[in-house]
């Protein structure tokens, strides 16, 4: 029993030293470095899934698991796609912009892929596409190489990045509810962290 009692007392917790909660999304600022960055240093893949993983607002298990034949048609990248959340089950749509169109392309040809080709093929033998571990490691580098603290940032900063950008900019959170794929408007709420962000900025503009 007092064995037991002195491991427990000892034992460090899972989450000493890290930042618990939700990852902080990308800014307009931090977009542009990023994106800047992948483009100077030729790393083709990189920036059609930074691309990517901001228009589609997509979880990393569903990013990860896009074919080419997802997002193209024939020789041509489409403006809109849409794929099964592997989560709930629904179906979400996304658009794809311009630059990314451009970048998967590239990516693409690159690597001449073919439509059944999953579009982040893993170079590990055992896994045939990115894993979320490795997508992880990758959204870390980005964010350390532009000067951003990489423990405030994660998978999801990606995911919540363009909802957040969008929201602040329409307050329209039944888009946002719809871009995100989420079936309860509670849902979306909890996810951006808007409550709290709009209550701080309607008190800021109060001047007593």
């Known amino acids: 029993m007092f064995r037991k009692t002195l491991q427990t007392k000892n034992q460090i917790p899972w989450n000493k030293g890290k930042l618990i909660g939700q990852k902080s999304p990308l800014t307009a600022q931090e977009i ?28 990393a298990c569903d990013l990860l698991k896009i074919r080419v034949s ?46 059944t080709d999953y579009v982040f093929p893993s ?45 602040r900019r329409t307050k329209n959170l039944r888009a946002v509810q719809l871009l995100l794929g989420h079936s309860k408007l509670d849902s979306t709420v909890r996810y951006l962290g808007i409550e709290i962000d709009d209550a701080l900025e309607m008190s800021e503009q109060l001047d007593l």
């Open 123 to 167: 170079r590990i033998r055992r896994s045939a596409h990115l894993s979320t571990r490795q997508y992880s490691r990758i959204v870390s580098s980005w964010v350390a190489e532009i000067g951003l603290d990489s423990t405030a940032y994660g998978t999801h900063s990606m995911r919540r990045t363009k909802a957040t950008l969008l929201y």
């Open 32 to 59: 542009w470095s990023i994106r800047m960055t992948l483009q100077n240093d030729g790393r083709l893949r990189d920036l059609a899934l930074f691309n990517l993983a901001l228009d589609s607002k997509l979880r």
């Open 70 to 115: 997802d997002v193209s048609s024939g020789d041509s990248i489409n403006a809109r796609a849409m794929v099964l959340q592997q989560k709930t089950g629904r179906p979400v749509q996304f658009e794809i912009t311009r630059k990314t169109r451009k970048s998967i392309a590239d990516w693409i040809e690159c690597l001449g892929l073919s439509g």
